[in-house]
Every structure is written in C-alpha cells, then in structure tokens.
C-alpha cells in the first residue's frame, strides 16, 4: 500500500475501523472481511469500500466515504511511469530486484503491525446498539462511548476479569428481550468501572448497568427513569415472573449513577421487571452518586450483596418487587446517603397489585452515626410489604424505621409486611433514639407510633452491642463480621428450605460471627477515587 506518510497510516487505520464495524453490524451478502486483503489487494479494497458507502448503517457509510478519497488520493500518488527496457542486464536486475522486494514486503509487514497493534490489543470503545452477540474478552478494556443499548434477542458475554469503562453519560442497557451473560469469578471479578484513571474518579463518573426484562411489574407502559420516556428500548415489564433478564455475578459497579432530570436518575444497578430465572448473586455497588441498586417491580432474587456508600439510598425498590434477598450489607459513608431501604409499593396507587413484597433474610445495615447527614435505616412507604427477618441495624444518626403512611401500616395487620429477628443498636443523634416522635403535620402515618410497635415485638432487640470492631464502619477497610459472643449468634428465626436458601445461617445479620473468612472476601474493593 506504499509508503509510512500520515495519510497512508490514516488508511490503515480507517481500513481497520471498517473492519472492526462490519465485524459488529454485519452484513448478510458479504461474509468475513479478510485485513491482509484489504490492504494488499486494491479490487477487494475498492469492491468494500464501493460496500460500505451504501451501507444502511451511517458509521459505516461514513468510513466508506472518507475511505474512498483516502483510497484515490493513495492510488494517484503511487502511480510510476513505465521503466524503459534499458540499463542491466536481466540477469543482473533480477539479483537487484529481489533484496527490494523483500526490503519492501518487510517493511510494509512492519508498518502495519506498527499501525494495527493498538486496535489489536487496546481499548475497545463501544457506542450505540449491539445488534448481534458479543462477547466482551478480559484482555482489554471495554470503553463504554454513550449509553449502549444491547438489542432484544441480543446475548451480551462479559469474561471473567473484563473490565467495562464508563464515560460521562454512558449506560449499558440490556433491553427487555436480551441476555447478559456477565459470570466472574471470586478471583476474577468483572469490574464496571469510571473511564477517569485512578484518583480521579468520582461518583456520578457514568450512568450504571440497567437490566429490563418482562416479569410483572403494577404500573401499565413502565418506562425504566434515565431513558428518554418515548424511547421503546426503555420499557420493560410482562407477564413472566420466570424470566430471565441474564447473569450478573462476581461483579462490581463503581462511581456509578447520574441525575437525568429531578427524579429521574439512573443509579449503580437498576433492574426493571427482571424475573426470578435473573441471576445476581455476589454483586457490589460502590460510591454511586444515587441509589446503589434500585428494582423495579419483578421477580429478581438478590443473594451476597454489598452496597458502600451511596449518594441517596442502598436499595431502593417500587412497582410490585417480590423477589427474595438472602447476605446483603449495607454501609452508609458519614458525608452521603440517605436511607439504607427506601422502599415503595406505587406512588399513585397504594394498593396496586402485585404488591412490592420482598422477603429478607441476613441483613447487616451499618452507618456512622453521621454529624452532618440524617441517616435512617428504612423508610417504608406507599403501600409496600416485606418480610424482614434475621436483620442487624446499628449506627444510623436519625432513626431505625419509618412508616409513612396508612396504607403501609395497614400491612402489619394483614401480614403482608413483618419483622422477626431484628437487633437495633446505637440509632439517633446520640445512640439511644431508635424512633422520631412524629406530631402534626410531620404525622404521616395516621398517628401510627412505631416506637410502641417495635418495643411490643418479642423478636426485634435493642442497646445489645453486635459488637462489630471499629473496621465496620471504615469506608476504606470494611469489616462488618460480628464478634465470636456477639449478641447476633441469638434470637435469629429459621431460614427457609429451598435451593435458593442458605438454611446454615443461624444468626442475625450477614456474616457470621466469629467467621475468619467470609463471602466478601477477594473480590471487593473499596476505592476512594
């Protein structure tokens, strides 16, 4: 292709761009684009670029465009005058002709290595809609260059060890009718990260991960917050408690989460309508500028999560959620968050079916007590159930639980909301104020007094240490295992059979006490920046 200037190193890189797009849009009546042919073979190069100018995908149609001036401009300076048959012999041209050659050969194979090699073995940057399976390799960095939708039927495969970069105002989206397939593992977890470099990352760096599948959700035509409301790849919900949204395990979701307009934000993880066939177990959210994990409605089980450092909640659910959480933790850092659990049955109608009634076992909320945040353990509202057993609940600076309003009281009465199993220590400015006296207009709850109906409660504790060391409430170290003797060994009610569920853990909270290793170990991370 001729010599080493920067418009032949343009080419090749234009060329190898072309490639790389055909690879992932496709194109039925051309097969495998073969790069040693494109560059060596000027009819194959004419016939794809002559291709992709009418290519119905505009990238595509772009480089074919640039590449065909390009391609002329190459041709035109490359053109010789014919050498006349004097001089040398033949014999004696042929012995100076061949060490040319090869000289030129070596020296081209070098160029394009030269030239080739970063998109080879780089970055990869990827941007608007994956249309065709992927799989996302852990020997290069993932670049995500604006929110990527990957495409119904579409299945999305994320090694062990890859690592996805987000930029300002990028997303993954797995659209309701795709897969993703994102499996780690403990020694390889798969990291979704910001694309700014280490100590300059910061929460609200890019948007997060969004799943959207076709479980049953209590409000017609949902559309997931953070996507435009008449974009159709942002619906999500159905008929199908059974469906799968993918496999999303041994993951962490780092510097996450952006405001789209006022309530309308994208958080670490949101997962909308996702079915019980959705898989997220060994999941961490960390420094996300808005909730951790956010569900809405749907059947999605949650099993060895930890969420640190939010910027608004832990986890947040609305829409009819039902699924099951069994190991969650979650740390509140001392200058962010709001609640640990913000929870929502439907905000225009209370009493919309399916109900938001999820089903908890062995979960540790910790906070420290912070000086300039009020921060509250669970705030329950509009309508939601639950069942909340096994629970640790210690430092939080305003208070453990809130009712807000009648219609989630009223599910205490009918067993659709209930607490077993529950040991509350230090709340309140001071440590000792598990619950705000509510009176005039700050009564939202009907006069409901949750003070009296906590302390009546035979299984829910106060002031008993769970005795955590001081690494419980570290933002950098974490260690939220209780102490061998703690108070948490006691008072835990039975688990539930099933495979879902771990029927060994016999104590309150999401480690066990006394435990030299736990499920959070190897995998985590805990970055300041």
Known sequence: MGDGTPARARLVELLWQLK?????????????????????????RAEIIERARHSPHNHIRHLGEELARLDHADAANNTRPQATATGPSRFAYRWLVWPLVIGTVSLCLLLFWWLALPYLQGDRVVTGVIEQDQTWTADRDWVLGDVVYVLPGVRLTIEPGARILGRVDSALVITRGARLHAAGREDAPIVFTSSQPEGKRAAGDWGGLVLLGAAPV????????GIDAGDPLGAYGGQNPQGSCGVLEYARIEFAGFEVYANNELNGLTLGGCGSGTIVRHLQVHRSLDDGVEVFGGNVDLRHIVITGAGDDGLDWDLGWRGRVQFLVVQQHEDTGDNAFEADNNGAHHQALPRSEPIMYNVTLVSPRSSTRHHRAMTLREGTGGHFHNLLISGFSGEAIDLRDG???????????????????????????YFEAEQGDADDDGGFDEDTFFRGLSSVRFDEDPRFNQDAINPYHPNVTPALRSPA???AVPVPQGEFWDEAANYLGAVRPGASATWLDRWTAFPAR
């Open 20 to 44: 790389q797009n055909y690879d992932r849009a496709g194109d039925t009546g051309l097969g495998f684009i073969h790069f040693n042919t494109l560059l060596n073979d000027a009819r194959y």
């Open 218 to 225: 209590n409000e017609p035509d949902a559309q997931i917050e």
């Open 407 to 433: 219609a989630t009281v009223a599910n205490l009465d009918t067993g659709a909301l209930d607490f077993q199993g529950v040991l509350m220590h230090g709340i309140g400015p001071r440590g000792l104020s």
């Open 489 to 491: 060994t006691r008072g």
